[in-house]
């Protein structure tokens, strides 16, 4: 999956690998018929996707706004992935 994402030069994988990540653990194994987020913490993983279309199909709902939700989620993903990579830095 990641040869797929990556750029022409190979230097951006570290880029894509949450979403990869993200997307692998949240597909049901076709050995076990469970996610394997589903397997850790015994629900299915609610994405960006499924937080959007309950937000379409009920615009009415109360709470925070999803989309506002799903940019934060993704601002502090990238936040995450940089302290990590700084973090793997200073290990090595």
Known sequence: MLR????RT?????QWLPYLLFAYREVPQ????FSPFELLYGRQV???LDLLKDYWENPTSKGE?????VVKMRERL???SALA?????TAQ
Request: aromatic residues 10%; proline residues 3%.
């Open 65 to 69: 706004n999803v989309v506002a939700y």
């Open 10 to 14: 190979g230097t951006d994988w570290d």
């Open 30 to 33: 076709a050995s076990t018929g």
């Open 46 to 48: 609610r994405g960006p």
């Open 78 to 80: 990238t936040k995450m």
């Open 85 to 89: 990579q700084e973090n793997m830095r």
């Open 4 to 7: 797929k994402f990556v750029s």
